[in-house]
């Protein structure tokens, strides 16, 4: 197992009335890429900006590289300088009154590195981030993506322990953000920084990630893999949120038949374990668009709209009062009021608790 | 189970987080405002009420005080002054029609400029009349010269003779004198107030006009509303914070203003509180004075109050912000050669007129002989005991402005005091920004900027009386200060700390936080921060209110007038008293002289910096 390089205990963050975190316990292990994922103002640029040191927290311990950096009861509280972290700002915050340059030797500086030093390692990091020839620019000339390149590169050239990212592809247009996507997982894979991304949209913590913690109200609901997040939501909040394409969710009768039991979602018959579901009579079943079957065994549903994209289609069909998205083969035809006979693929679907929301299957 | 990194596990836990909370920068520097203000608003505040309420020295002789044989041993309380104020056979002439001629003229005064002020300011941003820029420029010079300058212009031209002194322009063209009304009193004085204070409305106004998206217009427009409802219903809710702001702005300075109601009202025995505060400190009767200057304060402050009720929102006294869109304008059509023509009479009467007849007063020779030949440039640069034509002394035996010594050295203290105030008073005004702002809704950064906005609601003349009782005796470590320039400096800073912690706020509420942090993440400790990060990016901000407080140091008087001594005299103060003695071409050439020094301050710092003039007035 690799080391453990930051541990956060008991954690809780509280303005007033607001909490932003609320008692969060999180083990980050060298070399990882954690995306922080959930909606504004879940508590997770409260986190990052804790770990940094930029904020206080009300209660609780923060260990990095096994260090107590921060400890409420022992009124421990080591400075953000102090913690060999970098962080990329939401905003880049760059120094708009520096040339690139400048902005990024501003850390080097402030060490007293011999100016030659300081200028070997500034041209090298510009010629890493495909900077080359900006160096006496001002940032505010530059173009939004070369802005965040010059914001990494001020973190990097620090050869800081772990690198903390909050929302940094939030300001680039849609094409840009594609771009940088790769760049930074490839920045994260060269450098073997242990990494914490913030951000709240699904795509780009599903790209880059090794590990994404969905955070919701202050709380984290669950860490795991990018595939297990997205395969095996841990709850209804999570199933919704990791939801891109939409997720199908129905109000599922428990059945039995012959002493088997199974689930109704929507008319398709969803085969569980024996002895899975035991008092309910109801479940949620979670279904993704693209688990469903076009397949005659089916169920017939009318489809209500049909939207073709290219690589895939995705057809909105419905039966009685269930209404699903369907996400199929681009070479998929249909026409609203065609009937069409959905099944699906062999266990690929959710089940939640619908009083506490919890995940049973 | 893990060490623990770096030194702070020195001491206890308690001990530690004191420590770490307190030697934040902000905390720091909050604390050591907090003394300053406290010592500098707070205590003349509390100082101001004492003295109102005991006996002083001189009250042994007070009428109330000999016929009871009451003992007036000095700072034993007493209420001889309120009953004197506001309940004796004294009440109707130093108190109820001083405050009623004070409210008549700062009614007048803020229904007048904020008319003027509103429509220009609406004919400049939203229609289509041309040379708006020079129109702009233009209306917004009486806002860097002071304002007495037309009054004294406004008596060159329509002196009479009832009161003495060569007649003005006006009895020396028509051969009849103009009469009381015109001459003195009520109306000159919101005349001439309000020629210089449209242009706060305006700055105010055009500002606020400026940053409405033409956008929120143009849809009420689509949803078929008429220009005149827009204009009701959408443009005027919401400038309407702004001309609540100009309001407050302009009715304060009413309450408080002296140089004008001094020039045009004592003369005809027409007082207003200001004047008569002055009047009541220099007849040795400072008991009466402070309890004047406690309703012109209560004044002040109940109009802020309501003004507050009503909008809402403590701050909004300052809406002017910089950015602008391109708002859609409204076309004029034929009127719009006739409204540019109206506006440049008005500009010339309101901005150069006066500047001219005062310029051509300080080259008479006799005052109110008008024709060329009484011209003479002595009263500018005359040697001393210099002989006109007709063989009689020039200016009683006195050198020209410009080779006086003691004007010099009066200039020398003026530009001294205007240098020095606006320094400090910008710096401690990014200080206070810088700690209002980080430690934002926290106790100590809530009473530093309660505490620096107090001066605001102390009209001038108040202030400076606040600052006589205060500092006439020793306090403590803090020496007798009357009498020296320091007093000046302290009471100059002081009353201007609400505007320069106002612009100091807006200039670091500009700087994102982020970039404070991400070099706090680099390893820079708090002076690198501030002269790296913070000052650089604050600069053009802080010149700004460096700007405005140097030319408005620079044209103070009534702050300042109780507080001078013959060894501390700036050119205002003179100003004052050569016109008192009828020595009107000093006073005039003196006149010009300050507004020649502050154009040429605003020139330089705007030649130097591309500050905008209307960043940072808050009033």
């Keep these: ?361 | 189970m893990s060490e623990i990194m770096g030194s702070e596990t020195k001491g206890s836990p308690f001990l530690r987080r004191f420590i770490r909370v307190m030697s934040t920068p902000q905390k720091i520097m909050g604390s050591i405002l907090f003394i300053l203000l406290v010592l500098f608003v707070f205590f003349p505040a509390v100082n101001l009420l004492y003295t109102a309420f005991t006996f002083s020295f001189s009250d042994k002789v007070l009428p109330q005080v000999v016929d009871r044989g009451i003992k007036a041993v000095p700072g034993k309380f007493t209420l001889v002054h309120f009953e004197r104020v506001f309940d004796s056979g004294l009440t109707k002439n130093m108190f109820l029609i001083p405050l009623l001629h004070t409210i008549i003229i700062t009614i007048g005064l803020t229904f007048t400029a904020l008319t003027i002020g509103t429509i220009l300011a609406w004919i400049v941003v939203r229609s289509d009349i041309p040379a708006k820029k020079l129109i702009a420029n233009l209306a917004t010079i009486p806002y860097i010269i002071p304002a007495w300058p037309t009054a004294l212009a406004w008596l060159t031209v329509f002196k009479n003779n009832r009161v003495g002194g060569a007649p003005g322009w006006f009895q020396y063209i028509f051969h009849v004198a103009p009469p009381n009304w015109l001459s003195y009193g009520p109306v000159p004085i919101i005349i001439c107030l309000s020629l210089h204070y449209y242009a706060y409305a305006f700055i105010i106004g055009s500002g606020a006009l400026a940053t409405i998206d033409s956008r929120l217009e143009e849809t009420g427009e689509l949803l078929g509303a008429s220009k005149w409802q827009v204009m009701r219903k959408i443009t005027f809710p919401l400038v309407l914070p702004s001309i609540f702001s100009a309001f407050i702005l302009t009715f304060s300075r009413g309450i408080g203003v002296f140089g004008t109601p001094a020039f045009l009202g004592i003369p005809v025995r027409y007082f207003t509180l200001s004047t008569q505060l002055y009047s009541n400190i220099r007849n040795n009767l400072s008991g009466d004075a402070y309890v004047i200057a406690i309703v012109m304060i209560l004044i002040t402050g109940i109009t802020i109050y309501m003004n507050i009720k009503v909008i809402g929102a403590r701050k909004s006294f300052v809406t002017i912000s910089g950015k602008g869109f391109r708002a859609k304008t409204v076309s004029l059509g034929s009127m719009k050669y006739i409204i540019l023509i109206l506006i440049i009479i008005f500009l010339i009467i309101a901005v150069f007129m006066p500047l001219y007849v005062l310029t051509w007063q300080s080259l008479m020779d006799v005052d109110g002989n008008y024709s060329f030949s009484n011209i003479t440039f002595h009263f500018w640069i005359g040697k001393a005991g210099s002989l006109d034509s007709r063989g009689i002394l020039l200016a009683e035996g006195q050198a020209g402005i410009l080779r006086n010594k003691m004007i010099l050295s009066g200039a020398w203290n003026s530009i001294k005091l205007a240098l020095f105030s606006a320094f400090f008073a910008s710096v401690l005004g990014i200080l206070i920004g810088y700690s209002i702002v980080r430690d934002r809704g926290k106790i100590l950064s809530k009473m530093n900027d309660a505490l620096s906005f107090a001066p605001y609601i102390f009209p001038g003349i108040a202030f400076g009386a606040i600052y006589l009782s205060m500092f006439a005796k020793a306090h403590g470590p803090i020496p007798a200060l009357y009498g020296t320039f320091a007093i000046l400096v302290l009471v100059s800073v002081a009353k201007h700390v609400p505007y320069s912690s106002r612009t100091g706020t807006a200039a670091m509420m500009q700087v994102n936080r982020e970039l404070e942090e991400a070099a706090e993440l680099q390893g820079a400790g708090f002076l690198t921060r501030f002269s790296k990060i913070i000052f650089p990016l604050t600069k053009s901000g802080l010149v700004a209110g460096f700007m405005l407080s140097f030319i408005t140091v620079m044209r103070e008087l009534s702050l300042v007038v109780l507080l001078v001594t013959p060894k501390t005299k700036v050119l205002t103060t003179m100003i004052y008293n050569y016109v008192q003695l009828g020595f009107h071409q000093f006073g005039d050439a003196i006149t010009m002289l300050v507004v020649a020094i502050t154009l040429t301050g605003t020139v330089i710092i705007r030649r130097f910096q591309k500050t905008d003039l209307s960043k940072g007035i808050g009033g």
Excluded at chain 1, 77 to 90: D, E, T
């Design chain 1, 1 to 361: 197992m690799a080391r453990e390089k930051i541990r956060i205990v008991n954690l809780c963050k509280r303005w007033r009335d607001v909490t932003a975190i609320d008692n969060m316990n999180l083990s980050i292990e060298e070399g990882d890429f954690i995306t922080l994922l959930g909606p504004s103002g879940c508590g997770k640029t409260t986190t990052l900006r804790s770990i940094a040191g930029l904020e206080e927290p009300t209660s609780g311990e923060l260990y990095l590289n096994n260090k107590l950096v921060f400890s409420k009861k022992e009124e421990i509280v080591v400075s953000p300088a102090k913690r060999n972290l970098g962080l990329v700002f939401q905003s880049y915050a760059l120094w708009p009154h520096m040339t690139v340059f400048d902005n990024i030797a501003f850390g080097l500086r402030i060490k007293k590195l011999p100016k030659s030093e300081v200028k070997m390692k500034v041209l090298s990091v510009l010629k890493d981030m495909k900077l080359e020839g900006y160096e006496e620019r001002y940032p505010q000339e530059l173009s939004g993506g070369q802005q965040q390149r010059i914001a990494i590169a001020r973190m990097i050239v620090n050869r800081p322990d772990i690198y903390l990212m909050d929302e940094p592809l939030s300001n680039l247009d849609a094409k840009l953000r594609v771009d940088m996507r790769s760049e930074l997982k490839e920045l994260h894979q060269r450098s073997g920084a242990t990494t914490v991304y913030v951000t709240h949209d699904q795509v780009e913590a599903m790209t880059m990630s090794t590990k994404i913690s969905i955070m919701k109200d202050g709380v984290i609901q669950q860490i795991g893999t990018p595939e297990e997040v997205y395969r095996r939501p841990a709850n209804l909040f999570v199933a919704e949120f990791i939801s891109n394409p939409k997720m199908n969710f129905f109000n599922a009768e428990v059945l039995s038949e012959g002493g088997n039991r199974f689930i109704n979602a929507g008319g398709i018959k969803l085969n569980i374990k024996p002895g899975l579901i035991q008092n309910q009579s109801s479940v949620k079943a979670a279904i993704r668009p693209e688990d469903f079957i076009i397949t005659d065994s089916g169920i017939e549903y009318e489809v209500t709209s049909y939207l073709p994209s290219g690589s895939t289609s995705l057809v909105y069909a419905k039966r009685g009062e269930d209404k699903i998205a369907i996400m199929l083969d681009g070479s998929y035809k249909a026409e609203a009021g065609d009937k069409i006979k959905v099944g699906i693929k062999k266990g690929l679907f959710n089940l939640y608790d619908i009083e506490t929301g919890n995940k049973i299957f």
